[in-house]
């Protein structure tokens, strides 16, 4: 997986989440992944780093960005998992799964690219269960695969497993949103982006009685920038001239921004976009992963305004402050009135919703590692997992 320090993109919250859910179910985990490990280690976990982390594909220089599609043809990978394959690295992760075997119960697979570490040595390694946070039909390559998905991209799962003669385990994992991180009394990492104080004083220069409408997201990823450009070129003129578009996160650069945009770019912390916003604006169309952004929003309580697509997943027993359009003209309508939510009751239902999704999280995360455990002891790995 990607070791990191605090988590920033949606990938890295879905690993953090795994982790956590790991040390809960007081398990000794080792675990192996590219990039720094945390300042703050979770309790009977140990990090292993293979290196610095690799660049996501839209940072990467031009020429990486041209071979890595042509390198995924020729190899028949997919072009996520060219982007991570590397031979040494590889050999790094099997060099240290060899030396634990003996004592190893059950192997995890964060994000499907990862798997390519580790195929070769599958015959000698447990059924490894493959955390899957995106839809990826590749995941069904290998028969004792437990691929746990989210939402309505478990059912497409099992609608392509119908077509294979080994089918995986497809399970529901849901998202919640994270609790804030402990204290940490260490020197603090070097700043990515904006400071909270930075981003309060940025807002400070609105109007009086100005509506701030926040986005978060990295806005150079295909999906967010669909949604971005159907806000600002759909939404947006509809839009009554007390609401201000605030944009948050990378990949802003060469967009046209229509007046009343504040484009705050890169940011140290989501929750300094939450408190200074009335409303979170989530225009997505397009992405097979459930949305980070839309469970941490919903679980800190805040009044949302979403597409059905953001929410798929997500739709049952959902706070009184989240609302759904599908058009343009109600899209902009509920960004333009809908209340802003409150610290009181509004932040309870919030973390009452998530508190809820990560019981069901640990309960089902709980079935998986018992299951990926039978693997290991010979027993069969590929018998259908339900959430209910």
């Not at 070791?3 to 990938?11: A, R, V």
């Not at 437990?146 to 099992?158: K, T």
């Not at 600002?232 to 650069?253: I, N």
């Amino acid at each position: 997986m990607r070791l990191f320090d605090q988590p920033s993109t949606g990938g890295e919250l879905c690993t953090a989440r795994l982790l956590r859910g790991l040390a809960q179910a007081g398990h000794d985990v080792t675990v192996i992944g590219r990039g720094q490990g945390p300042r703050q280690e979770l309790a009977r976990m140990r990090y292993l780093s293979l290196g610095g982390g690799v660049p996501a594909f839209d940072d990467m220089p031009l020429p990486r960005r041209l071979y890595i599609p042509l390198a995924a043809l020729a190899n028949g990978r997919p072009i996520s998992t060219q982007r991570l394959h590397s031979l040494g690295t590889a050999r790094q992760v099997q060099r240290h799964l060899s030396r634990m075997s003996d004592g190893l119960d059950a192997l995890v697979v964060d994000h499907l690219q990862a798997l390519d570490w580790v195929t070769p040595a599958l015959p000698w390694l447990p059924a490894p269960m493959v955390v899957m946070h995106n839809l990826e039909a590749d995941g069904l390559q290998h028969g004792s695969v437990i691929a746990c998905l989210s939402g309505r991209d478990a059912l497409r799962m099992r609608e392509l497993a119908a077509q294979r003669h080994r089918t995986p385990s497809v399970v529901v994992l849901p998202g919640y949103a994270l609790p804030p991180a402990p204290p940490d009394t260490r020197p603090p990492a070097a700043s990515r982006g904006l400071s909270p104080q930075a981003v309060a004083q940025a807002l400070a220069q609105l109007p009086a009685g100005a509506r701030r409408i926040g986005m978060i997201g990295t806005w150079t990823w295909e999906p967010n920038r669909a949604g971005l450009q159907w806000m600002l070129e759909q939404v947006h003129p509809l839009l009554p001239e007390h609401c201000h578009l605030v944009l948050a996160g990378s990949g802003l650069d060469g967009v046209a921004l229509p007046p009343r945009t504040v484009a705050l770019g890169r940011i140290d912390t989501v929750d300094s976009l939450y408190r200074a916003v009335d409303v979170v604006a989530i225009p997505s169309w397009r992405g097979s992963g459930v949305h980070e952004k839309a469970i941490e929003a919903i679980g800190a309580g805040l009044t949302v305004v979403a597409t059905p697509h953001a929410l798929r997943g997500l739709e049952s027993n959902l706070p009184q402050r989240v609302h759904t359009a599908s058009d343009a003209a109600g899209f902009a309508q509920a960004c333009a009135t809908a209340p802003a939510a409150g610290p009181g009751p509004d932040a309870t239902a919030g973390q009452a919703w998530s508190l809820q999704r990560s019981q069901d999280y640990r309960d089902m995360l709980h079935r998986c590692l018992a299951l990926a455990a039978r693997g290991r002891q010979g027993e069969p790995v590929n018998a259908p997992l339900s959430a209910t």
